[in-house]
């Protein structure tokens, strides 16, 4: 906290002085919240006393934020301490459970209204306070009910966790403010990815199982615990997606190292032996793909690879592929048990489009594109007033918006997620 002040106190004394010494240096300015680097200059206009006009600072739409931000603060902390932890206490009677959100909520208003008053408040930190607390909330509750044999038991630990889970989100989405200030839309990739991730590992665990109406329960953990993995695995590989300023062989890429996933999904079903029904197959090769494509938005975020080379990778893994299941037919034995002929056709398979990949890619190393790259911050700085021609093959894990043409007019339209080819 006192080195918080000292940063407040130095970044105003630099604000006084640099206006050429003729203001006075204001310490009770030092006094207000810094609020990760949303502090309005002093004597702007935009606290309750100022009134000079123009202020650099104050952003459009800024009270419409501080509003949104309010209330839905508001709302999820009177949840959390309101609901759950009551709840987590044991105290969950009727009387209680209506009582106890009255007397929070107004509370919590108070609480994030001191907080709030001489922050201006940006499009990122609107998005990133709503996303980070949300998402932490969520996470102590969902994995202490799939750890927790008793549902009644989970909820309640969750909801005792959430009460530290909260404030510990709301204190990430400041920084994740701070971090992508200039560039509010990385934050809606961030929870797009996110949200998408997280919502296939909630349902994929329904095609675990053969007959699911047995596993109800089973299948509940599992999704919960593993929708919170997937989430946070797209959380951190958003950071390396860029739909704009890759070379033109990256989609393919995409797409054939989530094929390859696929095939993995579909060994590990092999090698855990599962059942001739089609669902926990499915599952498997959903979950590989998604991982697979996952690893492929890591490997090529700063690719340089030719459409060419990435069609001769493909051609590659497909033809290693056919080479396994060639050499599997003449290796074939009869005598085999069912689990080791099912095995033995997949490791084949699986392992000859593997072989067949990295064979091929490492004899492509030459095909680049000529021209080196520009780094990712100067993609991102022109990315704006740059056109370029887009490449036929395009690969979008998560829902993404696009700028088209409607009626003549620039209009945004979300893509659906998959992989498209242009003629």
Not at 236 to 248: C, Q
């Given at each position: 906290m006192l080195c918080g002040a000292a940063l407040v106190a130095a970044q105003t004394f630099s604000n006084a002085t640099s206006r050429g010494g003729a203001d006075v240096f204001d310490f009770r300015s030092a006094a207000r919240t810094s609020g990760g680097g949303w502090l309005d200059d002093p004597g702007t206009g935009t606290g309750s006393g100022g009134g000079s006009k123009g202020s650099p600072r104050k952003a459009s739409g800024s009270a419409a934020n501080r509003t949104a931000y309010l209330g839905y603060q508001t709302a999820l902390s009177t949840y959390v301490y309101g609901i759950g932890v009551p709840l987590g206490l044991g105290f969950n009677g009727p009387r209680a459970l209506i009582a106890t959100p009255l007397i929070v909520a107004p509370l919590a208003f108070g609480a994030h209204l001191s907080t709030t008053g001489n922050l201006d408040f940006t499009d990122a930190q609107v998005k990133a306070s709503f996303y980070a607390p949300t998402l932490a909330t969520y996470s102590a509750t969902a994995l202490s009910l799939a750890f927790t044999p008793h549902a009644g038991d989970g909820y309640c630990i969750g909801s005792l966790?959430?009460?530290a889970a909260y404030p510990a989100g709301l204190w990430y989405g400041w920084q994740l403010a701070d971090t992508y200030r200039s560039e509010p839309k990385r934050l809606d990739d961030k929870m797009m990815f996110a949200l998408g991730y997280g919502f296939l590992g909630f349902v994929t665990p329904v095609l675990y199982f053969e007959h699911p109406s047995q596993h109800s329960q089973d299948i509940l953990r599992v999704g919960l615990g593993q929708s919170v993995g997937m989430a946070?695995?797209?959380?951190?590989?958003?950071?390396?997606?860029?739909?704009?300023?890759?070379?033109?062989?990256?989609?393919?890429?995409?797409?054939?190292?989530?094929?390859?996933g696929g095939l993995g999904g579909i060994a590990v079903a092999a090698y855990a032996d599962a059942s001739n029904s089609w669902r926990p197959w499915t599952g498997a090769a959903i979950i590989g793909s998604a991982l697979g494509v996952t690893e492929g938005v890591y490997f090529f975020h700063d690719s340089r690879d030719?459409?060419?080379?990435?069609?001769?990778?493909?051609?590659?893994?497909?033809?290693?592929?056919?080479?396994?299941?060639?050499?599997?037919?003449?290796?074939?034995?009869?005598?085999?048990?069912?689990?080791?002929?099912?095995?033995?056709?997949?490791?084949?398979?699986?392992?000859?489009?593997?072989?067949?990949?990295?064979?091929?890619?490492?004899?492509?190393?030459?095909?680049?594109?000529?021209?080196?790259?520009?780094?990712?911050?100067?993609?991102?700085?022109?990315?704006?007033?740059?056109?370029?021609?887009?490449?036929?093959?395009?690969?979008?894990?998560?829902?993404?918006?696009?700028?088209?043409?409607?009626?003549?007019?620039?209009?945004?339209?979300?893509?659906?997620?998959?992989?498209?080819?242009?003629?």
């Open positions: 966790i959430g009460a946070a695995t797209g959380h951190f590989i958003s950071d390396y997606y860029r739909p704009s300023g890759t070379s033109s062989g990256v989609p393919l890429g995409l797409a054939t190292h989530g094929a390859l030719t459409q060419e080379r990435s069609q001769y990778a493909a051609l590659g893994a497909a033809g290693g592929a056919m080479m396994g299941l060639g050499i599997q037919i003449l290796t074939y034995n009869g005598d085999y048990s069912v689990y080791g002929q099912k095995v033995s056709w997949v490791s084949f398979l699986v392992g000859g489009a593997f072989a067949g990949y990295v064979a091929t890619y490492a004899l492509t190393g030459h095909l680049t594109e000529t021209a080196a790259l520009p780094s990712q911050g100067a993609r991102d700085r022109v990315a704006a007033n740059e056109v370029s021609e887009p490449s036929h093959w395009d690969v979008n894990p998560v829902p993404v918006r696009e700028t088209v043409l409607s009626r003549g007019e620039p209009a945004t339209r979300w893509k659906v997620p998959g992989v498209t080819y242009r003629f």
